[in-house]
């Protein structure tokens, strides 16, 4: 999916706030919730979102959605990660 059709597509799905973000190669964040339900497109590099005992990998041009309040941790690739998310 391209960004400006992912931008609207969040639009449309009542996503008020969307931002860009990105994070360092080979970096982490622990387990930890959102407040927010987010919604997010792979922009560049990749990302394993832990829940449970089970990682997800997402890489360029994928796209991801968490609910909110929902425990998980994150593991960036070798060329970090960027992503468009919507929050809600």
């Not at 973000?21 to 919730?33: E, I, K, P």
């Not at 990302?47 to 005992?53: F, P, V, Y």
């Amino acid at each position: 999916m391209e960004r400006d059709e992912f931008i609207e597509a969040l639009k449309r799905e009542g996503y008020a706030e969307i931002v860009t973000v990105t994070r360092d190669a080979h970096g982490t964040l622990d387990h930890h919730t959102h407040p927010f339900e987010a919604k997010a497109l792979i922009l560049h590099g990749e990302l394993t979102i832990r829940i449970g005992a089970t990682d997800h990998l997402y890489i360029t041009g994928d796209v991801f959605h968490l609910q909110a309040n929902v425990s998980h941790s994150e593991r960036f690739g070798p060329e970090g990660v960027q992503y468009l998310v919507g929050r809600k």
